[in-house]
C-alpha cells in the first residue's frame, strides 16, 4: 500500500533473531528519498517536502542566536491560546501565532536552564532544569557555590505573557530533564508533575535527603524513583515534592527481552571464565513519560524498558506492564493513540546529537516501535517505523518528539527526528505503520566533520573557514496544535507547517483535523481528541473507505452525492436526508471489507442529523 | 579525577595491532586481518588527511600529548576535569568499538553481532563529538589510537584482551559481555568522577554528553545482563 513503509514485526523471540539476521539484507533507505542530497544551509538549505508546507520560519530571537554547541539550543514547545512556550538551554521564547503567517516573539527570558523543557498550565510556566550549570538566580556564570544550584524544576508566572514573572525553584535529588502535567483526578485547583532526571542524585550536602543508591527497593534511593511534585495553583509558590513513585522495582529480576521468557542467571563461574559484578540492571529512571489522563494511564520510556502505569492516584502510580528489546538503545518518550489502545515508542539512539539516520546506520535501532496494549494492561511489541530517508553525516538524527494530528479514524502523528526534519506518520496498524508526509532541509553544516585528528595538539582556537564542530539542530520536537504543525528548529529557530492534501490524506481529513481545538496543549500530556458532529468527519471515513477499498466503489460514490445533496439543505429537512442516508449506509455494514469503519461512518451520520436542526 | 598513563599496553605483536586497528577505525565490515584500502570505507573517516595521520599513529610510536598541561581559557564554564574526561572517554570508546569489531569474526551470535553494531555505530559518532568539542574549544583532541596508551577505569587489561580475542562462539558471547559490562560501568565510574569534582560538568554540552552516557550505558549494561542470563551453559 505504501513504498516508503518499512516494518519488522517482532512478536517472539524467534522472531526477533530471524530480523536481526535478515536486517542487513533490506535495500533501505531506498536511495531515491527526494530528502537524500538536499544542499546545506543554515537559512538557505535545500527542501523536500510532501504532504506539508511551510506558512512560516521565523529566526531565533537575538539573544538566543549564537551557535556555540548546545549552550543556546532551542527545546521543546508547548501551548496555551493564541501562544506557544520554546524552551532553549538558555532560557524561553512565548510567540505570539495568532497569525501563523508571522508569530511574534512577545516575550524572550534569559534564565539558564538545561533544557528547558516547557509546560504551560493556566497561567503557570513550568521548565525543567537538569545539569550542573543552572543557578538558582538564572545567570550563566556557573555554578560558584553548591547552594546557587539550581535542578529541578522553575516556575514562571505567564498571566502577562509579555512580561513573565518567576515564582520559585522547585529543587529535585536528580533535577529535570523532562516533566509531564497530571492535574488532579478531583481537585481543580492541583497539578502533579512527574519528574525525570537523569543525572545522579545530588550530594546531601546541596539538598537534603539526597541518597544515590543500589537498591531499587530502598525507600531512602533517590535513583529508581519518579519523582512526582505537587503544584497548588492558588499558591504555586508552596509547590514541593511529595513522593516518589517506585515505578521500576522488579525489572532487574525478570529480565525479559522483546518477547523472550526470563531464565535463569549466568550459571556459576566456570574456570576463568569471568564474571560479572552484581548491579541492578534495571531502569533507575525514565527519561520522559506520557500521561493519558482521561484513561488513568502512563507510558514511561525508561532506559532500557518501555512501561505502562497506572496513574488513578496520582501519588501513587503502580507498573502494570513491560517491555525490552534489545533493538531499542534508549527508550525515550511515548504517544498514545487516541483509543489508549497503542503506544508508539521512541529510541534516541545516540542521544540526538548524533547522526543515526545515515545509509549505514542500523534500520532497527533510534527509530519508533509500536506497542499495543491488551485489556488487561499488558503490553505487546508490534513494528518498528524509522525515517526512510539516509540523511548525512553532517546532520544530526533519530526519532524524536511528536503528538497526534486529530484526523478521525485514523491514529497519525506528527513527529521531528532532528535534522531528519518533521514527518507524518500513520500507526493504525500497529504491523504497518507508515509515512504520510515530511518537510526537511539539507544540513546546517557545509562540509564533513573530521573523523579522526592528529595526536599533536590541535590550534588554540577553531580553525578558520568553519564551525570545529558540527552544529546541532533540527527539529527537536514538532507537534499538532490548532490547525497547525509547530517545530522547535534548535540551531535556526522556528517553524509552522501546514498539512496540504495527498493521496494520502485528504482534505476532508485535514479540514476534520482542524476541528479539534484546545486550549492548552502540553503533548506529554495527551488530551482526549473528540470531534464535533461535522460533514468534513463523515467525509473523512468516506474518503478513507475509497483510499483503502473498503466498501465497493458504487456505494462510496453514492454516499458522496447524497452527503453533497444533504449539505446544501438545512434544518428538519437536512435532518430527514442524513437520517435516511444513515440508514442507507448501517445496510452497507454487512457487505464491506471495512465493516468497522462503515459503522462508524453510519453513527457519525446520524450524529450528523441529530445536529441539524 | 582519576586520569592514568600507563606504558603503551601491548595487546598484541605489533604488526597485528597495527592492522587490527587499522580495520577497526576505517571500515565496519572489514575483518582484522585483511585491511581494505581508505577509498573503499563507507564509514567513519571522511577526510583522507586524517586517515594517513592516523595510519601514523599506528605504527608504533608512543602517543604524546594528554599528559600536556590543560590551560583553561578565561570565562570558560568548563575545568580541568572535564577537558581530560573527554580525553579519556575517546580512549575508552575506541577501545569498545576495537572489541566490538572481533564479534563478527568471533562468531558471536546474530543478536549479540548486532548489539556489537549498535555500540560500535554509537561510540564512534560519540568520538567525533568529544574531538568537536574539544577543538571548538582550543584543547588537544586524542585521536582513537588513544587507547592503546591511556587507562581509563573499567577498560581491558592486555590479558583480558587476550582472553577476549582467544574465544569464539558462546565463549566469545559470554567474555565479551561479562567484559563489556566491565567496559561500561568504568564509563559511568568515569561520569561519576567527574560530577564528583568541584566546578566541573557546568558546561553544557558536556553535562548532556555526560548524562547521555549514563542513560545509554546504563540501559545497555541491563541489555547485557539480559543477553548473558539467556546464553546457553557453558561446557563443563
Not at chain 1, 512565548?94 to 497569525?99: A, H, K, L, T
Not at chain 1, 497548588?232 to 508552596?238: F, V, Y
Not at chain 2, 577509498?39 to 599506528?58: F, I, K, L, R, V
Amino acid at each position: 500500500m505504501n513504498q516508503l513503509r518499512t516494518f519488522l514485526t517482532i512478536t517472539s523471540a524467534a522472531a526477533l533473531l530471524a530480523a536481526a539476521a535478515t536486517v542487513g539484507a533490506q535495500t533501505y533507505p531506498t536511495g531515491t528519498d527526494p530528502r537524500d542530497a538536499l544542499a546545506s544551509g543554515r537559512l538557505d538549505a535545500g527542501v523536500a517536502a510532501k504532504g506539508l508546507t511551510l506558512v512560516s520560519f521565523s529566526n531565533k530571537p537575538a539573544q538566543f542566536d549564537t551557535a556555540r554547541g548546545l549552550t543556546f539550543a532551542n527545546s521543546d514547545l508547548a501551548f496555551g491560546g493564541n501562544y506557544v512556550y520554546q524552551g532553549n538551554f538558555a532560557g524561553f521564547t512565548i510567540w505570539d501565532v495568532s497569525d501563523a503567517a508571522h508569530p511574534k516573539v512577545v516575550s524572550v527570558v534569559k534564565c539558564t536552564t538545561s533544557q528547558g523543557d516547557p509546560s504551560v498550565y493556566g497561567t503557570l510556566l513550568f521548565i525543567s532544569a537538569e545539569g550542573n550549570g543552572n543557578r538558582n538566580d538564572c545567570g550563566n556564570g556557573g555554578v560558584q557555590k553548591p547552594e546557587d544550584h539550581m535542578a529541578g524544576v522553575r516556575i514562571f508566572d505567564v498571566s502577562n505573557p509579555a512580561l513573565p514573572r518567576f515564582v520559585t525553584n522547585v529543587q529535585t535529588c536528580k533535577g529535570s530533564h523532562t516533566h509531564t502535567i497530571v492535574p488532579h483526578p478531583k481537585k481543580k485547583n492541583v497539578i502533579y508533575l512527574y519528574v525525570s532526571g537523569s543525572q545522579q542524585a545530588r550530594p546531601n550536602t546541596e539538598l537534603a535527603g539526597c541518597v544515590n543508591g543500589n537498591d531499587p527497593a530502598d525507600e531512602a534511593n533517590s535513583l529508581f524513583r519518579l519523582d512526582v511534585i505537587r503544584v497548588p495553583l492558588d499558591h504555586p509558590e508552596r509547590s514541593e515534592v511529595v513522593t516518589g513513585a517506585r515505578i521500576f522495582t522488579g525489572l532487574d529480576a525478570a529480565p525479559r527481552a522483546a518477547g523472550r521468557p526470563a531464565r535463569g542467571g549466568p550459571p556459576p563461574a566456570a574456570g576463568a571464565a569471568p564474571q560479572a559484578p552484581p548491579a541492578p540492571t534495571g531502569p533507575r529512571n525514565c527519561h520522559d513519560v506520557t500521561v493519558y489522563p482521561e484513561r488513568h494511564l502512563l507510558a514511561g520510556a525508561c532506559g532500557s524498558y518501555g512501561l505502562l502505569v497506572d496513574i488513578r492516584n496520582p501519588e501513587k502510580p503502580f507498573r502494570l506492564s513491560a517491555v525490552s528489546d534489545t533493538n531499542f538503545s534508549l527508550w525515550h518518550t511515548a504517544v498514545f493513540s487516541n483509543d489508549g489502545k497503542k503506544v508508539v515508542f521512541t529510541d534516541e539512539w545516540g542521544g540526538g546529537t548524533s547522526p543515526m539516520c545515515q545509509k549505514s546506520s542500523m534500520l532497527e535501532m533510534g527509530g519508533n516501535t509500536t506497542v499495543t496494549i491488551s485489556d488487561d494492561k499488558k503490553f505487546t511489541q508490534h513494528a518498528y517505523f524509522k525515517i526512510p530517508s539516509a540523511q548525512t553525516a553532517q546532520e544530526n538524527c533519530v526519532s524524536h518528539n511528536g503528538g497526534l494530528i486529530p484526523v478521525p479514524g485514523r491514529d497519525l502523528m506528527a513527529q521531528g527526528w532532528y535534522q531528519g526534519g518533521v514527518n507524518v506518520i500513520d500507526f493504525t496498524d500497529a504491523d504497518h505503520p507508515y509515512e504520510v508526509g515530511y518537510f526537511d532541509r539539507g544540513s546546517i553544516d557545509p562540509s564533513p566533520l573530521r573523523a579522526d585528528v592528529p595526536v599533536t595538539p590541535a590550534p588554540a582556537a577553531p580553525p578558520a573557514g568553519g564551525r570545529a564542530r558540527g552544529t546541532i539542530g533540527g527539529s527537536w520536537g514538532a507537534y499538532y496544535f490548532n490547525g497547525y504543525i509547530y517545530s522547535s528548529e534548535i540551531d535556526r529557530g522556528f517553524d509552522v507547517m501546514e498539512l496540504k492534501p495527498t493521496d494520502q490524506l485528504s482534505a476532508n481529513e485535514i479540514a476534520a483535523a482542524k476541528l479539534v481545538r484546545f486550549v492548552n496543549y502540553n503533548p506529554q500530556s495527551q488530551p482526549r481528541l473528540e470531534w464535533p458532529a461535522a460533514f468534513p468527519v463523515v467525509r473523512s471515513y468516506l474518503d478513507q473507505l475509497v483510499r483503502g477499498q473498503g466498501l465497493a466503489a458504487a456505494r462510496t460514490t453514492a454516499i458522496d452525492q447524497a452527503l453533497t445533496a444533504a449539505e446544501r439543505l438545512s434544518g428538519s429537512e437536512r435532518r430527514r436526508a442524513l437520517t435516511a442516508l444513515a440508514a442507507e449506509v448501517e445496510k452497507d455494514v454487512a457487505g464491506a471489507k471495512d465493516a468497522a469503519r462503515v459503522r462508524t461512518m453510519a453513527s457519525e451520520i446520524r450524529r450528523l442529523a441529530a445536529a441539524s436542526r | 579525577m582519576a586520569f592514568h598513563m600507563t606504558q603503551r599496553i601491548s595487546l598484541a605483536p605489533a604488526r597485528r595491532i597495527a592492522v587490527a586497528f587499522f580495520c577497526a577505525v576505517l571500515a565496519l565490515g572489514c575483518t582484522p586481518r585483511a585491511a581494505r584500502s581508505p577509498a573503499a570505507s563507507p564509514e567513519a573517516a571522511p577526510a583522507a588527511h586524517d586517515m594517513s595521520t592516523m595510519s601514523g599513529a599506528h605504527t608504533g610510536h608512543t602517543m604524546t600529548g594528554l599528559d600536556a598541561p590543560v590551560t583553561i581559557p578565561p570565562g570558560a564554564l568548563y575545568v580541568e576535569a572535564d577537558v581530560r574526561f573527554m580525553q579519556g572517554m575517546i580512549a575508552h570508546h575506541a577501545q569498545a568499538i576495537y572489541m566490538s569489531r572481533l564479534a563478527s569474526e568471533h562468531g558471536a551470535n546474530p543478536r549479540l553481532q548486532r548489539f556489537a553494531i549498535k555500540i560500535d555505530q554509537s561510540q564512534t559518532t560519540e568520538i567525533q563529538q568529544m574531538q568537536g568539542w574539544l577543538r571548538a574549544n582550543g584543547q588537544m583532541a586524542p585521536d582513537t589510537s588513544s587507547y592503546h596508551t591511556v587507562m581509563m577505569p573499567g577498560m581491558l587489561t592486555p590479558e583480558q584482551i587476550a582472553q577476549l580475542d582467544k574465544a569464539t562462539g558462546p565463549d566469545f558471547d559470554r567474555a565479551f559481555l561479562v567484559l563489556m559490562i566491565q567496559h561500561h560501568e568504568g564509563a559511568l565510574k568515569m561520569v561519576e568522577d567527574l560530577f564528583a569534582t568541584p566546578r566541573a560538568g557546568q558546561d553544557v554540552d558536556v553535562s548532556v554528553f555526560a548524562n547521555d552516557v549514563v542513560s545509554v550505558q546504563t540501559a545497555e549494561i541491563g541489555l547485557m545482563r539480559q543477553m548473558l542470563s539467556s546464553l546457553p551453559q557453558s561446557r563443563p
